[in-house]
Nanobody, 125 residues
């Protein structure tokens, strides 16, 4: 079993920055890809960014490219999402996800088998 706990979400003005962190515990040695997803009110959950086990591969959805950076520290069991130049459209609950399926990187919810509870990010205009 793997447990994930997100932190760092808060209210921020447009143009500002936030750093989300995801702390993993339990059988962390079984984790391969990790990702950040988000779900805005009335919308489906979508991938934001993903990172491979040893950080050799990353993926970003088009809307956050150049603004968000995903990073991973396996020794500290942390995955962070640095979010810059935030926009009101970035407002959502952000979820950390972990995959033990052996994938190099995952872009779909089905690629992940463990999820955190989510952290709220609100960007005011």
């Amino acid at each position: 079993q793997v447990q994930l706990a997100e932190s760092g979400g808060e209210l921020v003005q447009a143009g500002g920055s936030l750093r989300l962190s995801c702390a993993a515990s339990g059988r962390t040695d079984s984790i391969y890809a990790m990702g950040w997803f988000r779900q805005a009110p009335g919308k489906e959950r979508e991938i934001v960014a993903a990172i491979s086990k040893y950080s050799t591969d990353t993926y970003y959805t088009d809307s956050v490219k150049g603004r968000f950076t995903i990073s991973r520290d396996n020794a500290k069991k942390l995955v962070d999402l640095q979010m810059n130049r935030l926009k009101p459209d970035d407002t959502a609950v952000y979820y950390c996800a972990a995959s033990t399926y052996g994938l190099i990187i995952g872009r779909s919810e089905d690629d992940y088998d463990y999820w955190g509870q989510g952290t709220q990010v609100t960007v005011s205009s």
